[in-house]
């Protein structure tokens, strides 16, 4: 079984400023709704646990498999897109005229610029993970947690439903919310396929 969580919620978050690959902590709220998952999460009997090398995402692993005996590994691959020149903006959601807009509404026109990271190149970095690391792991039998961001965690979920870009954010994730998908579901067909909360926390 795979689990697929965000990371908890930061002050970036909370005002929608563009975080990318910006290295911005948790809050207190994102601590405490990590804390609050964590139960549920453990619940589910993940075997190893591989997360961003983001602060944000690697706070939120610790919490959850804080007393266990899961050790979160790092995989640079995991890391969150990068927006270039344009970390640190707000207005993304609520301006179609914002250079961003079109990777939150319109993902399968959007054309990365000033330093930005292409959806090409996310998809790329979350097929060579899924080829180097969770493939295997899901033959051997193995509970896989992942912890990560918005944008990495859409583009796996598409990935893994074998969904067209077209519809990115058709699974998109509240903070410390968690997908799990069986290794049968990878088998479906994508009119079938639906991953499964284990944990909402709404925004």
């Not at 911005?24 to 601590?31: D, V």
């Not at 410390?176 to 290794?183: D, E, L, Q, R």
Request: glycine fraction near 8%; hydrophobic fraction near 35%.
């Amino acid at each position: 079984m795979i689990g697929i969580m965000r990371h908890g919620r930061t002050d970036w978050n909370i005002v929608h400023k563009i975080q990318g690959r910006t290295d911005i902590p948790l809050n207190k709220e994102g601590i405490d709704s990590a804390r609050e998952a964590r139960e549920k999460v453990l619940a589910c009997n993940f075997d190893v646990c591989y997360v961003s090398p983001l602060k944000r995402a690697r706070q939120t692993a610790q919490i959850v498999t804080e007393g266990t005996d899961l050790v979160p590994v790092i995989d640079e691959r995991l890391e969150e897109l990068g927006f270039g020149d344009f970390e640190g903006m707000e207005g993304a959601f609520g301006k179609p005229q914002h250079p961003l807009y079109k990777f939150f509404f319109d993902t399968e026109h959007y054309e990365a610029k000033c330093g930005a990271e292409s959806v090409e190149e996310l998809m790329a970095r979350v097929e060579s993970f899924y080829n180097d690391v969770l493939k295997a792991l899901i033959e051997e039998g193995k509970n896989v947690l992942i912890v990560a961001h918005g944008a990495l965690n859409a583009a796996l979920i598409t990935f893994l439903m074998g969904n067209s870009v077209k519809d990115f954010w058709a699974y998109g994730q509240s903070n410390c919310s968690v997908f799990k998908f069986y290794p049968e579901d990878l088998e479906r067909t994508k009119a079938e396929n639906s991953p499964t909360y284990v944990t909402k926390k709404e925004p």
